[in-house]
């Protein structure tokens, strides 16, 4: 077990603590995320431990905010690290 400990230790600290996103189809997946900075149906800021990103785009919506990882749902048009 001090293994699997080590390598996802190894892995948080590789990827800075910064958020991570892919956006296919109407929905993005983000992960590392601490906090919902901002939220409406246009804007959605997610703040990692290191960093920001804002979403913007039309008929925005969480569909899970889970263990660091958020699924925003909607027409994303655009993702910016802030």
């Given at each position: 077990?001090?293994?699997?400990?080590?390598?996802?230790?190894?892995?948080a600290?590789?990827?800075?603590?910064?958020?991570?996103?892919t956006?296919a189809?109407?929905?993005?997946?983000?992960?590392?995320?601490?906090?919902?900075?901002?939220?409406?149906?246009?804007?959605?800021v997610?703040?990692g431990?290191?960093?920001?990103?804002?979403?913007?785009?039309?008929?925005?919506?969480?569909?899970?905010?889970?263990?660091?990882d958020?699924v925003?749902?909607?027409s994303?048009?655009?993702?910016?690290?802030?």
């Amino acid at each position: 077990m001090r293994l699997f400990s080590e390598l996802f230790t190894g892995l948080a600290r590789a990827s800075g603590g910064r958020v991570r996103y892919t956006v296919a189809e109407g929905e993005g997946v983000f992960e590392n995320v601490r906090r919902i900075s901002a939220f409406s149906q246009e804007r959605i800021v997610l703040t990692g431990r290191s960093g920001a990103v804002e979403v913007e785009g039309s008929a925005l919506s969480l569909g899970k905010f889970d263990g660091g990882d958020v699924v925003v749902r909607g027409s994303i048009t655009r993702v910016t690290r802030v």
